[in-house]
């Protein structure tokens, strides 16, 4: 495994992550998901990804149960705004934040979370909502310690590193390198950490999908 310092925090990670979006998936033994989180670490893997809404939660509570023993031996980044429900809700707001963060860390059971994002803000809720004083209020108490958003859009994110975001995780593979035009240069700029999401193009590029065999109808290329 190959470790970076993510950009300006300081904060050193595996260059691979772990994306937590499945843990915790229902209809599933809930015994198989710490395993994969072991099995991840023994390879080496630092960094890890969730959400409040992965799973209403259960995505953090996974990691949280393996990593909360030994909060210094990894770094988590999870993020909030999105309705933890079935049906999806996006709430920026000062009040919804704190909430959100505040069930984040308790679900980690760690002593702070090194990265909290805001869940695919648009420019106009970047501009517009109060969660500036969520992240100022998180980050006095000990709750976040680097703050940042995924984007929704490069524009979106653009617009966060210009608030004074710390990182971004965007969307970024060889189908889509548009990050390149004006995103990524103001991250080096600013030296903002990037995560990368969707590397693969949702599995277009990983081999799974077959030139001339029809997509699967529970695929989300058939979108």
Not at 4 to 30: E, I
Not at 107 to 125: D, F, G, K, N, W
Request: hydrophobic share 40%; net charge negative; glycine share 10%.
């Amino acid at each position: 495994m190959r470790y970076t310092t993510f950009g300006r925090t300081g904060l050193t990670v595996s260059r691979l992550s772990m994306g937590c979006n499945r843990l915790g998936d229902p209809g599933v033994d809930p015994a198989q998901w710490p395993p994969l989180v072991r099995r991840a670490l023994d390879l080496g893997v630092t960094f890890f990804d969730s959400s409040e809404n992965y799973n209403e939660g259960r995505s953090e509570a996974v990691l949280g149960a393996v990593t909360g023993d030994n909060p210094g031996a990894v770094v988590i980044a999870t993020k909030g705004g999105f309705s933890a429900g079935a049906d999806i809700v996006r709430d920026y707001s000062a009040e919804s934040i704190i909430r959100a963060g505040r069930g984040s860390l308790e679900r980690l059971r760690r002593p702070s979370i090194e990265l909290y994002m805001l869940h695919s803000p648009t420019v106009a809720q970047l501009e517009n909502d109060t969660w500036p004083q969520a992240v100022e209020t998180l980050k006095a108490e000990g709750t976040i310690q680097y703050f940042g958003i995924s984007t929704s859009s490069h524009a979106s994110g653009v617009k966060a590193i210009e608030m004074g975001a710390d990182f971004l995780q965007i969307e970024y593979d060889l189908l889509d390198p548009s990050a390149e035009d004006d995103l990524l240069p103001l991250a080096r700029e600013r030296n903002a950490g990037i995560m990368i999401r969707t590397p693969l193009a949702r599995g277009l590029l990983s081999g799974k999908f077959r030139a001339g065999e029809a997509i699967p109808a529970e695929q989300q290329w058939r979108r």
